[in-house]
Nanobody, 122 residues
Framework: VRLVESGGGSVQAGGSLRLSCTAS????????VAWFRQAPGKEREGVAI???????YYTDSVKGRFTTSRDTAKNTVYLQMNSLKLAATAKYYC?????????????????WGQGTQVTVSK
């Protein structure tokens, strides 16, 4: 399974971005998909997760501002990020595993994209 992220870029604080994660195969309703981010010098952090049946979960710092969803016809999972804060600056990765979601432990995911950079400025 190959995952390709896109949609990153530079935005001012308070702005929005939508990240996309497109899979090489039809996988979106068979795989748990998660978004992670990693800022320089920091550990990789789970941001959002969408289960095989579409249940979503978010880390506390992004609740109410980030939304993950998927388009099964396009084999794509999205991360809509609104009201972006400076602390959101990081490289964002999508990851997938062909089994039920059980938290956002990055070591539990089998397939990863190359990441897309998000930079939030004042």
């Amino acid at each position: 399974v190959r995952l390709v992220e896109s949609g990153g870029g530079s935005v001012q604080a308070g702005g929005s971005l939508r990240l996309s994660c497109t899979a090489s195969i039809y996988m979106t309703n068979k795989y748990c998909v998660a978004w992670f981010r990693q800022a320089p010098g920091k550990e990789r952090e789970g941001v959002a997760i969408i289960s095989r049946i579409g249940i979503t979960y978010y880390t506390d710092s992004v609740k109410g501002r980030f939304t993950t969803s998927r388009d099964t016809a396009k084999n794509t999972v999205y991360l809509q990020m609104n009201s972006l804060k400076l602390a959101a600056t990081a490289k964002y990765y999508c990851a997938a595993k062909r089994r039920a979601c059980s938290g956002m432990d990055f070591a539990d995911f089998d397939f990863w994209g190359q990441g897309t950079q998000v930079t939030v400025s004042k």
